[in-house]
């Protein structure tokens, strides 16, 4: 079958052997993937020491073709989209999962699809299966189920901002800077808890983009909550000015290099919470097909479409921005 791997720090596209079942989980066909910006990170900062290991693509959408152990009620023939990583769970002896800090836990560090998103099959185990395989509502088109595990960050992050789904959020502005393509879920994940959510991008395209989907900036304006969906001084700067005072600062981008662009006086006379957020927890992907599944997040017309032949260019284009989002034909 065909995988993407990294070869000398190229994108190929080679043959593998299938994957089979040895333990208990299920073989899924892929039908598309879509392209993380953390791939293309992986991509450009790969090194011919860990470029074996690095496992591109994780945005999965596919048909689960075999199955040897029952969870919940997934069977052979449902289409899915999935997450790539799971936590052990263990509340008593897991320090990180006890605390809820499940992408700290050293089994979701380790866990993870096999043998890449980019592949024409892929193996998940039994834990994948209980924790982040969801079917996905028929009526929706592949590429929109494939945003669950992009969807499920940012819901992550907005969780970790002390928001919570299905309560009066409405007295609370949230500004999102960065209108990318998890820019422009965060903002539609804020709006489905309900939170005014508002953003801006030193990009005018993005701005028109963001404001044809109803969001819009207000200048004037300060805001309870700051996202970083973008990781530059600038973006840092304007955070800290759009701020309210005694306000969050939520951080889910990284940086090339790291920068010093939060002032320590600033954030301490302020009292500014500043919030990392990385990776989602169960419950989160659990949030995150309901939301697509009942259109409450609606992500159609969003993705550029490449086949797995080409994902170089996929890459290539997302780097130049000439695409908003890129997903892979299986």
Not at 144 to 153: D, G, I, Q, V
Not at 172 to 195: E, T, W
Not at 244 to 253: L, N, P, R, Y
Not at 280 to 291: Q, R, Y
Request: contains cysteine; aromatic residues 10%.
């Amino acid at each position: 079958m065909k995988c993407a791997k990294l070869i000398n720090g190229k994108i190929q596209i080679i043959d593998v052997f299938k994957p089979v079942l040895t333990t208990k989980g299920a073989i899924i066909k892929v039908l598309g993937c879509g392209l993380c910006g953390s791939d293309i990170v992986k991509i450009k900062h790969s090194t011919p020491e860990n470029e074996e290991n690095i496992v591109l693509g994780h945005e999965v959408v596919g048909e689960i073709e075999e199955i040897n152990c029952k969870v919940r009620d997934l069977k052979v023939g449902d289409v899915v989209a999935l997450g790539h990583h799971y936590a052990c769970m263990d509340k008593e002896n897991c320090q990180f999962c006890k605390n809820e800090s499940y992408s700290m836990c050293p089994t979701f560090k380790k866990s993870n699809i096999y043998p890449a998103g980019f592949a024409q099959y892929i193996k998940v185990d039994e834990n994948h299966l209980r924790h982040t395989v969801f079917r996905m509502n028929q009526f929706l088109k592949d590429d929109e189920k494939a945003f669950l595990e992009p969807l499920s960050c940012c819901l992550r992050a907005i969780r970790r901002a002390g928001y919570k789904y299905n309560e009066d959020n409405s007295k609370h502005n949230a500004l999102v800077i960065g209108l990318g393509s998890i820019g422009l879920l965060m903002l539609k994940g804020l709006r489905a808890f309900g939170v005014n959510p508002f953003g801006f991008d030193i990009s005018q395209e993005r701005m028109i983009l963001s404001a044809s989907h109803g969001f819009c900036f207000e200048e004037n304006r300060k805001y309870d909550t700051v996202f970083l969906t973008a990781g530059n001084e600038k973006a840092l700067r304007t955070a800290l000015d759009y701020v309210v005072d005694g306000g969050k600062i939520i951080v889910f981008s990284s940086v090339w290099n790291d920068l010093s662009g939060f002032s320590n006086n600033e954030i301490y006379y302020r009292e500014l919470s500043v919030i990392a957020s990385y990776s989602p927890a169960a419950e989160d992907i659990k949030l995150s097909s309901e939301l697509l599944n009942n259109k409450i997040v609606r992500v159609n017309d969003l993705s550029a479409h490449y086949s797995l032949d080409n994902l170089a260019s996929a890459v290539d284009d997302s780097l130049k921005g000439n695409v908003f989002k890129a997903y892979i034909e299986i």
